[in-house]
């Protein structure tokens, strides 16, 4: 079972709609919770960063992390067609382990007009 | 504030060279991490340098070696290059310590091994 586990979709919705992806993770030392959204052949761009358990918003993201059921969600709202990217879910833990991020495989998202 | 600057962008190299990829961090931070990213495995840790030590590995052969300089400027190398290592090679960086640990990914380097 690999820690992080995303659906990778692909997952087609029309422009205005809400989007929810989401994470699940099997260890309990990850802290640090972030979504990173990547364009093709660009690398990945941080959107959302969450310290622990709640919901942080920004503009149209919100994120939400849930630490009892190991469950880290992130809702697009008024979706947009420059949405249109893979969004990959990342978290660590503490301490030595502070550096290492451990990453979704990904959810690949189109808006359409 | 610039970004996480990574060069080349693009290289293309035969089987058997070797390749030297270097990454510049943002100001200030000391943290740098190198990820392979391929369509099969997605997203994969290769290792970790803080202060000039490497203070995480993934499970990469030892053909993947980085290091870092005082500057925190950080570079990684392959060594007898085969074809499955051609993937976009990504580098983050963060302070490394303290709460603020938000990682930024540069463009990447997309090695070709042909």
């Known amino acids: 079972q690999k820690e992080v586990e995303q659906d990778p979709g692909p997952l087609s919705v029309p422009e205005g709609a809400i989007v929810s992806l989401n994470c699940t993770y099997s260890?309990?030392?990850?802290?640090?919770f972030m979504w990173y959204r990547q364009y093709s052949r660009k690398g990945p761009e941080l959107l959302m960063y969450?310290?622990?358990?709640g919901n942080k918003e920004d503009g149209r993201f919100t994120a939400q992390v849930d630490k009892s059921s190991k469950y880290i969600s992130l809702f697009i709202r008024d979706s947009q067609p420059s949405d249109s990217a893979t969004y990959l879910c990342?978290?660590?833990?503490?301490?030595?382990?502070?550096?290492?991020?451990?990453f979704g495989r990904g959810t690949q998202l189109t808006v359409w007009p | 504030k610039a970004g996480v600057t990574q060069t080349p962008r693009y290289l293309i190299k035969t089987r058997g060279q070797q390749v030297t990829l270097s990454c510049s961090p943002i100001?200030?931070?000391?943290?740098v991490s190198w990820y392979q990213q391929t369509p099969g495995q997605g997203l994969q840790f290769l290792f970790e340098?803080?202060?000039?030590?490497?203070?995480n590995k993934g499970n990469f052969p030892g053909r993947f070696s980085g290091r870092q300089f005082s500057n925190s400027r950080s570079e990684m190398n392959v060594s007898t290059l085969e074809l499955g290592d051609s993937a976009l090679y990504l580098c983050?960086?963060?302070?490394?310590?303290?709460?603020?640990?938000?990682?930024?990914f540069g463009q990447g380097t997309r090695l070709t091994v042909v």
């Open positions: 990342a978290m660590k833990g503490r301490g030595s382990t502070l550096g290492r991020l451990y």
């Open positions: 260890n309990s030392a990850f802290q640090y």
């Open positions: 969450t310290y622990s358990s």
């Open positions: 100001s200030g931070h000391r943290s």
């Open positions: 340098y803080f202060s000039e030590t490497q203070r």
């Open positions: 983050a960086s963060d302070y490394g310590s303290g709460m603020n640990t938000e990682a930024f």
